[in-house]
C-alpha cells in the first residue's frame, strides 16, 4: 500500500496545485511542489487510500489513455514522491 505522509497535502492556489507542509513538517520542507493535473489526480486518489490498480483504472476512465501509459505515468509520479520523502510505504 502506497500513502502519503502525514504532514502533507495537496492545495489549490490560483488553478495550481502544489504540495505543501504542515506541522512539524513544515520545519524540515524546503520545497513546493507543484503539481499537473495528473500528478494531482494521482495524489487524490492516494490521499484517500486507493491502490495502484485502482487508481489506473481511474486513470483510464478519466483521461484518454490505455493500461500502460497510466500505469507507467503512476510509477513516474511515484518515483517522485519517493524521492522528495512523500509517501509511507505500507
Known sequence: MI????????R???NTAVVVP??????DFNNIMN???TGAFIWSRLENGAEED???????SVYDVDEA?????????VT???QNDLLEEC
Do not use: C, P, Y
Open 22 to 27: 504542515f506541522g512539524e513538517d513544515s520545519v
Open 80 to 82: 517522485l514522491l519517493r
Open 54 to 60: 485502482d487508481v489506473v483504472r481511474a486513470m483510464t
Open 3 to 10: 500513502k502519503i505522509k502525514k504532514g502533507f497535502m495537496m
Open 35 to 37: 503539481l499537473n493535473e
Open 69 to 77: 501509459v497510466a500505469r507507467n505515468d503512476f510509477n513516474e509520479f
Open 12 to 14: 489549490k492556489i490560483q
